[in-house]
């Protein structure tokens, strides 16, 4: 079974440019998380989707970040214009709701490093 | 915020049994306890999950004590590829939200 895709793998860029980071979840996965892991940290969610509806967006700084779902598959994050401070690993995570299952497990992808000069 | 507290930093030796813990005091009845790991330069990857009773999987054994306050995560015989940062989060059910704290950064010693 394939994981969870996502490229590029590594991206630098100077402050107030901008970057896009691209996830294909596990097929069939109809939930798709956005983390954002500062070094030295634990990753914190930025935005969760449901199909290409958004559940939880709270913790997504929305005058600069953006992400989006069109066809509840694949998504973009985008991040416009950047600052130092969003140098991180982005991390795409997928996973299946059960219907009737209150536990779910996530997959996670192996993450976008960005460096912002 | 994270619900839970874990030791920053723990050594183990190569073949001996690595013993995780975790506190959880405000966890409540219908939370879950989760186990993930992070492997450097790699996604978190889940262990196990449990509710009351004790665990175990091909990866790991967890240990839930009676009131619920704190569990242990028990990787048996540890080896090398077992060096990674382990993540204790408590998790309600419905909500497929996962909150991370700072994790414990497991090194396992030849």
């Known amino acids: 079974e394939a994981g969870v895709a996502q490229s590029p793998r590594y991206k630098i860029i100077e402050k107030r440019q901008s970057v896009a980071f691209w996830c294909n979840p596990i097929s069939g996965h109809a939930t798709l998380y956005w983390y954002q892991q500062i070094l030295g940290q634990g990753p914190k969610l930025l935005i969760q989707f449901q199909n290409n509806g958004v559940v939880d967006d709270s913790q997504l700084p929305k005058d600069r970040f953006s992400a989006e779902r069109l066809k509840g598959v694949d998504s973009t994050l985008k991040i416009q214009p950047a600052k130092l401070e969003d140098s991180a690993v982005y991390l795409c995570?997928?996973?299946?709701?059960?219907?009737?299952?209150?536990?779910?497990?996530?997959?996670f992808g192996e993450g976008s490093r960005l460096t912002v000069l | 915020d994270a619900k839970t507290t874990q030791p920053p930093s723990m050594d183990c030796a190569e073949g001996r049994a690595a013993n995780l813990p975790c506190n959880h005091s405000t966890i409540s009845g219908n939370e879950y306890v989760y186990w993930y790991r992070q492997i450097h330069s790699q996604g978190p990857q889940y262990i196990i999950h449990?509710?009351?009773n004790n665990e175990t999987n091909e990866m790991a054994s967890l240990i839930i004590t009676e009131d619920r306050k704190s569990s242990t995560l028990i990787l048996p015989h540890a080896t090398l590829r077992d060096t990674a940062v382990y993540y204790c989060?408590?998790?309600?059910?419905?909500?497929?939200?996962?909150?991370f704290g700072k994790g414990t950064k497991l090194t396992v010693n030849p």
């Open positions: 995570a997928s996973s299946a709701r059960t219907s009737g299952s209150p536990t779910g497990e996530l997959f």
């Open positions: 989060i408590v998790k309600t059910p419905g909500s497929e939200k996962l909150v």
């Open positions: 449990g509710l009351k």
